[in-house]
Nanobody, 117 residues
Framework: QVQVLESGGGLVQAGGSLRLSCAAS????????MGWYRQAPGKQRELVAT???????NYADSVKGRFTISRDNAKNTVYLQMNSLKPEDTAVYYC???????????WGQGTQVFVSS
């Protein structure tokens, strides 16, 4: 069983920064992709950023140039550095990890980010 736990959300003013962390733990043979999605009230969950085991990144157009995803493979942890935050970035941010040979995807419970104008 794999557990995924996010941290680092909170309240920030527009233009500010936050750093989200996400750690995967448990019965992990290998971790492939990790990444972040977000869901704002009344909207569908959308991709924010992903990173492969080899470090290849992908970003939503809405966050390019402002957000940076990175990972520490030794710690099974992925980070999302969010700069120049906008009110429209307000959402619950969910982390996921793709693990194993099958493979399987596990999700965290989410962390709330609120950006005030």
């Amino acid at each position: 069983q794999v557990q995924v736990l996010e941290s680092g959300g909170g309240l920030v003013q527009a233009g500010g920064s936050l750093r989200l962390s996400c750690a995967a733990s448990g019965s992990i043979f290998s971790i492939n992709d990790m990444g972040w999605y977000r869901q704002a009230p009344g909207k569908q969950r959308e991709l924010v950023a992903t990173i492969t085991g080899g470090g290849i990144t992908n970003y939503a157009d809405s966050v390019k140039g402002r957000f940076t995803i990175s990972r520490d493979n030794a710690k099974n942890t992925v980070y999302l550095q969010m700069n120049s935050l906008k009110p429209e970035d307000t959402a619950v941010y969910y982390c996921y990890a793709v693990t194993g040979i099958l493979p399987r995807t596990d999700w965290g419970q989410g962390t709330q980010v609120f950006v005030s104008s």
